[in-house]
């Protein structure tokens, strides 16, 4: 029955009090008197209305309406035909008892439990059809459990949380995922308060409530719901309430619409042919001009090197192989009273190595250029600090992105309830200041906890600012707390094969600086398909600082003085990286 309050306005439209849509409903409804907005929440949708407009906003998309809401007699009325529809209700109307019957769909008894994306990456929909807004996106074998039919369009609860629409011609029918070995998968609750209950299904008691950023252990599935554990006992939760993180030791929780492999770095740059006679280093040239360090390396013939640096103390080495020193240069040492070292030194390293060592001034300093000429044979170096005048770094603080329970993506939550884009944030806003200080121009892809930009348009970003590099910022989880370390990402588009090099070596320059400074295992440089990096037009990387699941990493991780060591190996793995260019 319609409560006392409705009426029919001259549109013929039945206007009903906001109190019937919350109480009858079950739908979230605030004010904001100020502005004259009624926001409706529930079934994974928002709706704004304002008073005396004909146009709402559902799920940011604007849509017009055929009459207006009002104040009328105090209260604030609401189409009822608009909302009830927009939420998925069918309306029926009586007119010989003046009733409005609102009813769920009916149930499609043919519609699978579970659907498989056939097509390689498909958009998930606010609504079922293309005019609604794209909420994120799935990629080919995903398997979705679905929730409701309609149009030809699967309602599914989604891995990263909440619910959406898929188009039924992209999936087929299947089966629930098999449970995945060695893997612990973790239900994060995304409502400000849950229930939970005693069976897969809102008809079962409710045994209890959890609330928002609450992590529980996943030990089955039925459908859309999770069967969980919360102090030691089992009980239910609705999928579309839970953000579900997949935890292992070589992938960390993907941020919402992305999934992570991984596979191993490439190998280590070729040495020289075996059985290469070694060459005779018989003198070095040593200046400073200007801010910089030259450097000539007189050989015998040809000889292949490689850079490395240590921070502390602050040192470059280069290694020449296969090469011995004369017999003038075995103690070799030049200070210097100006410029980027305080001295240069030479050793015999090994039999066929010779090393080079800089005793330097200042971080950040690096070889700016290494070339070897034949004939004479001569190795040519030059040493100092890049300049960041002209440069553009894009900081990428991970997750963050604004979720539709209202709330922002925390990322990965360590065991005493640290999260994730809190800390990479605060690494970020420092890394930003200390590039700023050294001229760099840093663009920020957020400066708070939330952002409206999805991982696609978080390259975008970095691609309209013609940066010259992309840096996102995360930290990572297992489900093991023992597990530990630093490590970094980086991927090679195919229409990118130019930038192969280059983006190597930015991940190697920030994982050398990263392992160095944080002191942390080092579990490599890896690639993977991440969408920050295959979107971005300038080489890229993705570093996991280290393990919020790590008990001991997770306080490292909270503690401002690791935030700044984190932050300093940054700029000091992008000052190495420009000094090479």
Request: proline letters at 7%; glycine letters at 10%.
């Amino acid at each position: 029955m319609l409560p006392a309050e409705a009426y029919v306005d001259a549109s013929g439209r039945t206007m009903v009090p906001l109190r019937f849509v919350s109480e009858s409903l079950g739908f979230t409804v605030t004010w904001e008197a100020k502005t004259r907005q009624v926001t409706i929440r529930g079934a994974g949708r928002e709706v704004c209305l304002r008073i005396g407009q004909s146009r709402a906003v559902v799920d940011g998309r604007e849509k017009r309406l055929d009459t207006v809401p009002v104040i009328y007699r105090d209260r604030t009325m609401v189409p009822l035909r608009f909302v009830a529809e927009t939420f998925g209700l069918e309306v029926d109307w009586e007119g010989s008892t003046r009733t409005v019957l609102l009813s769920r769909p009916k149930e499609d008894p043919s519609r699978p439990a579970w659907v498989e994306v056939t097509a390689e990456v498909v958009n998930i929909r606010t609504g079922p059809g293309t005019d609604y807004a794209r909420k994120t996106q799935v990629q080919r074998g995903t398997r979705l459990p679905t929730l409701a039919y309609r149009n030809g369009w699967y309602e599914v609860a989604l891995p990263s949380g909440g619910r959406g629409w898929i188009a039924g011609w992209l999936v087929r029918e299947t089966t629930a995922p098999p449970e995945s070995e060695g893997k612990r998968r973790v239900a994060i609750v995304t409502e400000a308060v849950v229930n939970l209950r005693a069976g897969p299904g809102t008809d079962y008691p409710l045994v209890g409530q959890v609330r928002r950023y609450q992590q529980l252990d996943i030990v089955g599935q039925e459908g859309a719901w999770y069967r969980v554990v919360c102090a030691g006992r089992e009980a239910w939760i609705a999928g579309w309430l839970v953000a579900v993180r997949v935890l292992d030791a070589a992938a960390r929780s993907p941020e919402p619409g992305e999934e992570r492999p991984s596979v191993p770095g490439e190998a280590e740059q070729e040495g020289p042919p075996p059985g290469t006679p070694p060459v005779t280093v018989s003198a070095v040239e040593a200046g400073v001009e200007g801010e910089e360090l030259v450097l000539k390396v007189h050989t015998g013939g040809r000889v292949w090197w490689r850079p490395g640096r240590l921070y502390e103390p602050l040192r470059l080495y280069l290694d020449l192989t296969p090469a011995v020193l004369a017999p003038q240069l075995a103690a070799f040492e030049q200070p210097f009273e100006t410029g980027p070292a305080l001295r240069l030194r030479l050793g015999q390293f090994n039999e066929g190595t010779a090393r080079l060592v800089l005793d330097l001034r200042q971080p950040g300093i690096n070889w700016k250029a290494i070339s070897f000429e034949e004939e004479p044979s001569v190795l040519s170096l030059r040493v100092g600090l890049p300049d960041l005048r002209e440069k553009t770094v894009v900081l990428d603080p991970g997750h963050g992105s604004l979720q539709r329970w209202g709330d922002s993506d925390p990322g990965a939550i360590g065991p005493s309830g640290v999260k994730e884009r809190e800390v990479v944030l605060a690494v970020a806003q420092e890394a930003g200041r200390l590039l700023e200080e050294k001229g760099a121009k840093v663009v920020f892809t957020r400066t708070g906890n939330a952002t409206t930009l999805d991982l696609y348009q978080r390259a975008d970003l970095a691609n309209s600012e013609g940066a010259q590099v992309f840096v996102s910022i995360h930290a990572n989880a297992s489900p093991s707390p023992a597990v530990g370390g630093t490590s970094t990402y980086y991927c090679v588009p195919p229409d990118l094969p130019g930038q192969r090099e280059a983006r190597r070596r930015l991940a190697f320059c920030l994982q050398r600086a990263l392992v160095a400074r944080l002191g942390l295992e080092d579990k490599g440089v890896r690639q993977a398909n991440f969408a920050v990096l295959r979107a971005t037009a300038m080489p890229s990387v993705l570093l996991e600082l280290a393990y919020l699941s790590n008990p001991a990493e997770e306080a490292l991780l909270a503690d401002p003085a690791f935030q700044q060591r984190a932050a300093l190996a940054i700029v000091e793995g992008l000052l190495d990286f420009f000094a090479q260019e």
